[in-house]
């Protein structure tokens, strides 16, 4: 068989159809291409950039669409400064927003406090070990402390206290972008403002009886914080201390009269528990 068409027309054959395919594709994406507005980068300019999928969606160009279509709220970017936030708003003609910075805490004080179900022995992390019966501890909302927060955190701002067991947050590198608020398999991490003096360090809504039985440090919902905030900013809520830091004066009498001690000051001052 002749040269040419052992290996030379099958070559020109497999080019030729590879340059009208090209064409044609070319064509096609000229044709059916959708204009990209503007406003998006713009948009996107004024986002982090970190890509640290805390709002939920791939990075900040998938959020910047979002943000343009109406599927997404500026609120759901958590290291988004204000005055981007309302950089952002102004692009898409809304009303500018009046917010403040807020910074993660994890909202559990157990730990090493907090009885054991089990001496977890296995792989992995917070998640793996919640599939084993909810975790081995006693306190269904205890923290783990299995790090899945820790390697979900892209800002460093996340550690496991090795003396305590629970999981905490340094306030100075938290971008707040929620990403290890996602990532908690017990949904206990939260936001507070920056500028805020205290936070409750327990999650268990159970009665203070039943609290008291697994773990040496949960709210027992005595009510004497209540009682002695001149604001009424902290109350009993479903058995759990919960502050209004709208009406928080600041003045930590939550944080002394506790007994249990489970309401903390923040920036932290002081260890988690007592060795």
Same mark, same amino acid.
Request: aromatic fraction near 6%; hydrophobic fraction near 35%.
């Given at each position: ?27 096609? =994406? ?17 986002? %982090? ?25 500026? $609120?759901?970017?958590? %290291? ?14 809304? %009303? ?5 910075? $807020? ?55 996340? $550690? ?10 340094? !306030?100075? !590198? ?24 205290? !936070? ?6 159970? $009665? ?14 005595? =009510? ?5 905030? %001149? ?13 209004? !830091? ?30």
């Amino acid at each position: 068989m002749p040269i040419f068409l052992t290996y030379i027309m099958p070559v020109l054959l497999i080019g030729g159809i590879g340059g009208v395919v090209a064409v044609l594709l070319a064509f096609l =994406g000229e044709k059916m291409a959708v204009d990209r507005d503007a406003r998006i980068d713009d948009i996107e300019r004024f986002l %982090p950039g970190a890509n640290c999928g805390g709002c939920g969606r791939a990075g900040c160009s998938a959020m910047a669409e979002a943000l343009f279509s109406g599927e997404a709220s500026v $609120t759901e970017c958590g %290291p988004l400064s204000p005055e981007n936030k309302n950089n952002i708003l102004r692009i898409l003609e809304l %009303p500018l927003a009046d917010s403040q910075r $807020t910074v993660a805490v994890v909202h559990c004080i157990g730990g090493r406090a907090c009885k054991d179900k089990f001496d977890y022995q296995g792989y992995g992390d917070c998640k793996s070990a919640e599939l084993l019966a909810g975790g081995n501890k006693q306190c269904s909302l205890g923290c783990i402390g299995l790090s899945a927060c820790v390697d979900e955190c892209k800002y460093n701002a996340i $550690t496991v206290d090795k003396r305590t067991g629970v999981a905490r947050v340094s !306030y100075e !590198y938290c971008a707040s972008c929620g990403a290890c608020v996602a990532e908690c398999p017990k949904k206990i991490i939260g936001r507070i403002p920056v500028d805020a003096v205290v !936070y409750v360090a327990c999650s268990n809504t159970k $009665t203070g009886k039943e609290v008291a039985s697994v773990c040496k440090k949960g709210c027992i919902a005595c =009510g004497r914080c209540e009682k002695n905030c %001149p604001t009424g900013a902290i109350a009993l809520n479903n058995n759990l201390a919960a502050i209004d !830091y709208g009406r928080c004066i600041k003045c930590g009498n939550c944080a002394d009269v506790c007994p249990r001690k489970c309401i903390l000051p923040f920036p932290y001052e002081k260890p988690f528990i007592e060795t």
